[in-house]
């Protein structure tokens, strides 16, 4: 089982950037790819960013691609996303997500969720 807690939302100016933490309890991280997903509201959840287990393969929506960064670091048992040149359509709670499938866009395919962290990007 694992057990997810992100950390490092808050408010920031258009052009700004954000670095979001997700620490995962349990010794079996590593065996996960992780995903980052984000909900506006009044909106459906919608996929951000993926990596597999190994870290080598990065996936990412056509709307963050050259703007946000993911890692992760199985030592520490975390995955990061980097955010520069915040936009306010990049508004939204972000959730982390654990998955046994990499790279998949489909939110019914990740296991485990955290409780997301708010990140409000303003004019």
């Known amino acids: 089982q694992v057990q997810l807690v992100e950390s490092g939302g808050g408010l920031v100016q258009v052009g700004g950037s954000l670095r979001l933490s997700c620490v995962a309890s349990?010794?079996?991280?590593?065996?996960?790819?992780m995903g980052w997903f984000r909900q506006a509201p009044e909106k459906e959840r919608e996929f951000v960013t993926a990596?597999?287990?190994?870290?080598?393969?990065?996936y990412y929506a056509d709307s963050v691609k050259g703007r946000f960064t993911i890692s992760r670091d199985n030592a520490k048992n975390t995955v990061y996303l980097q955010m520069n040149s915040l936009k306010t359509e990049d508004t939204a709670v972000y959730y982390c997500?654990?998955?046994?499938?990499?790279?998949?866009?489909?939110?019914?395919?990740?296991?485990?969720w955290g409780q997301g962290t708010q990140v409000t990007v303003s004019s």
């Open positions: 997500a654990a998955s046994k499938v990499a790279g998949t866009k489909d939110v019914d395919e990740y296991d485990y």
């Open positions: 990596i597999s287990w190994s870290g080598r393969n990065l």
């Open positions: 349990g010794r079996t991280f590593s065996r996960y790819a």
